[in-house]
């Protein structure tokens, strides 16, 4: 598949190493993909996939309502994909190691939205920042120790 349009891409400087991150990055991401209002919005889009499956904790072909992990680089990389009727999407962690015993979690969305509906849904999603804002909160919730 040929890569998605880029949207955005947000990073956040954590006070940690790579290797006490990754845990965290990989509960937090299981958290928040877990939650009812995401399942019930993802039915409500018409999302793929529509439910949980796969291996827990979280690991390549694990499906949450609107995700699948589709590539994990242990310590480096988390990358995961979905499409709703409005969207087709991808999101993916990298974190990057510092040299000063931090390190970089960067989170980078792409997604193309195809139709009149597609254009209204990248306005009231991405245009709007309410997109961004959800980005930098997540991030943030990292920086904590």
Known sequence: MEPLPFVDEHSVVVGVR?????PRLLLGV???LSGAFGAWYVRRV???????AGVRPLAEGSEYPGFRVVRVLPGREL???GRHRFST???????????DGRCR???ET????????????RLLVIRS??????????????RRP
């Open 129 to 142: 920042g309410g997109h961004a804002l959800g980005m930098r909160r997540m991030l943030d919730g990292y």
């Open 89 to 99: 999407y991808s999101l993916v962690f990298r974190i990057q190691e510092l040299t």
């Open 110 to 121: 792409r997604a193309v939205f195809p139709g009149a509906a597609g254009w209204v849904y």
């Open 30 to 32: 299981e958290r928040a």
């Open 18 to 22: 790579g290797e006490v991150l990754w």
């Open 79 to 81: 990358a995961l994909e």
């Open 105 to 107: 979690l960067r989170a």
């Open 46 to 52: 018409r999302g793929v996939p529509r439910g949980h």
